[in-house]
């Protein structure tokens, strides 16, 4: 699975060991294969599956007691969560107490395997954090484990924290961090010859270099990420590579096509259940009506309002301040100066933190021009 793709064998193969343990009575064997059959569903994106097997290593980790299987089973959940949009319950999984060192008894003594579950959970706390409105926190998290990653047990461990800490700097606007921490990705996936992982590098990178304005080339090897992960049935960051893919042919004119890749991006995460990224992708959508060459302002208003609407019922602050700050730009096109303030205003005054990331920065020069 983390080799070549995810394959009906590598299935097949979690799903023997799986019955084998059952039949056993080995909870323990039956949460690890849980834990790497959760892992197998997220990966092709079938969110749904993923979230009953996640509960599922709940019940076991429970009948164990012991710190690390909760540790386990609350990474599992966590992960559940935060894609399916409930960042509050994800926060909770991701931000319970820690085994300490000597908790892996269960495990054996080498107390890798909890430092492996300990980073995998951290950055995923750092990646809620800044949904939820505290980027500050979020860049500190990923910057720590990141520097811990030589202690790694498990090399597949480092590059799904160097996968969220890149996708957190990107959203952050940290490109310097984004691009340190892409590089290493690609370094290390190919050092250990783990391909899918590789491909979501070149995704990365190519979303950078859309970020940077370079969108040609980004855009190339947005796509170029897409149908390596696709072919390895590698399906989960898709939907966030076909967004980015979006907004680089909008820049490039090619409104056509990036109405398709972003309405795409928006079938498969309502299909797969993918919906954290839901206000987002709406929010972009909204920024290509804005750009064609027909602008329809009323259409884009309401994808606007529509992406608060759920960025809201998320508890995903930062979908809101984007969300919010396209449509107070929208309306100060039309000389709605009161609107525009009325519904940017409050969502930065929620903010705490983070003021000198670009998102915040942004927002604060659209309300200084509304005056």
Known sequence: MFATGNSDEARGALLRGLELAEELGDLRNQLRLLEKLHVFHQRIGDCHEAFTLAQQSEDV???????????????????????????????????????????????????????????????GLGSVLWVRGFPDQAMRIGRDIIKEGATLRDPSTFCICLIFTSFTSLRIGNQTDAADMIGRLLAHARKHSLGPYEAIGIGLRGTLLINRGQAEEGVGMVRDA???????????????????SAEGLRMLGQYEEAFRQIDE???????????????????????????????????????????????????????????????????????????ARAILAPIYSRFTEGFETADLKDCKAVLDRLG
Not at 310 to 335: C, D, K, M, N, Y
């Open 265 to 339: 991006a928006i079938a498969r995460i309502e299909r797969n259940g993918q919906l954290l990224f839901l206000p987002e992708f709406l929010r972009i959508k909204g920024t290509i009506v804005m750009a064609a060459r027909q602008a329809d302002l009323s259409q884009a208003e309401a994808l606007y309002l529509r992406a608060l609407t759920v960025a809201g019922g998320q508890s995903a602050l930062a979908w809101e301040l984007r969300a919010a700050t396209s449509a107070a730009r929208l309306r100060a096109i039309q000389h709605r100066i009161e609107d």
């Open 226 to 244: 897409i149908e390596t992960l696709h072919v390895g049935r590698y399906e989960l960051h898709n939907p966030a590579f076909l967004a980015a």
């Open 61 to 123: 980790a429970a009948s164990l007691g012991d710190s690390s299987s909760v540790a386990i089973a609350n990474w599992t959940l966590g992960f559940s969560h935060y894609f399916a949009g409930d960042c509050k319950s994800a926060q909770t999984n991701w931000g319970a107490p820690m085994p300490k060192g000597d908790s892996s008894r269960s495990y054996g003594t080498n107390v890798a395997f909890d430092r492996d579950i300990q980073a995998r959970t951290r950055c």
